[in-house]
């Protein structure tokens, strides 16, 4: 079956490193993402990171893949306040010729000045 | 380029009724999903839609249909409402080709259910 995990809520302090956790179950998944969504707004894709990657950065934002015990992470360095937001780890293996997400239930990253 | 938009942004509806939802997508995008998102069950796949036709579909009731259009407009509609239909429906679209395609989300329309 399919299912993403990751914890509700997560507070840091403004100029801090941020990190997300999450893990998945299906061993097929070719993509694993990151989502933020911020109040009021849809989701917007922050990253992804194939899965015969180990890791990926783009500026502030590293993605590390432990395949073997299914964890994905995403840190956010020099949190600033408007990274405030709620936060979706994804997964999609390759399904009916498309990739469709399957998401966690968001991690909501609070950021204090 | 315009993003992707949905109609309309809220909506408030009474057990029973049903509703159509409207998403238009990026220019040149074929494929668009629809999701629906709840506090309690988070986010759900609905169904997606590439040329006109139905490619993947999630777990939901048969009173949950769409449909696309040849310019790859789609709508979704929900009949015989019931209060836990209450959720903030979101679409996406991307161009819809076999290898990965990022998918660009519109900013949802809100369905309350009385």
């Known amino acids: 079956g399919e299912d993403v995990e990751q914890s509700l809520f997560l507070s840091v302090r403004e100029g801090d490193s941020s990190v997300i956790n999450c893990t998945y179950t299906?061993?097929?998944?070719?993509?694993l993402y990151w989502y933020k969504q911020e109040p009021g707004a849809g989701l917007q894709l922050l990253t992804y990171?194939?899965?015969?990657?180990d890791m990926k950065q783009d500026q502030r934002l590293t993605v590390l893949l432990n395949k073997k015990d299914k964890h994905l992470s995403l840190r956010i360095a020099d949190t600033q306040t408007g990274d405030s937001a709620i936060y979706f780890c994804a997964e999609s293996p390759l399904a009916g010729g498309s990739y469709i997400p399957t998401f966690g239930r968001g991690t909501s990253l609070i950021v204090h000045p | 380029k315009a993003g992707v938009t949905q109609t309309p942004r809220y909506l408030i509806k009474t057990r029973g009724q049903q509703v159509t939802l409207s998403c238009s997508p990026i220019?040149?995008?074929?494929?668009v999903s629809w999701y629906q998102q709840t506090p309690g069950q988070g986010l759900q796949f609905l169904f997606e839609?590439?040329?006109?036709?139905?490619?993947n579909k999630g777990n939901f009731p048969g009173r949950f249909s769409g449909r696309q259009f040849s310019n790859s407009r789609s709508e979704m509609n929900v009949s015989t409402l019931e209060l836990g239909d209450s959720a903030l429906y979101l679409c996406?679209?991307?161009?819809?080709?076999?290898?990965?395609?990022?998918?660009?989300f519109g900013p949802g329309t809100r369905l309350t259910v009385l």
């Open positions: 996406a679209s991307s161009l819809g080709g076999r290898s990965y395609n990022e998918q660009f």
């Open positions: 839609y590439f040329s006109e036709t139905q490619r």
């Open positions: 220019s040149g995008h074929r494929s």
């Open positions: 990171i194939f899965s015969n990657m």
């Open positions: 299906d061993s097929s998944s070719t993509y």
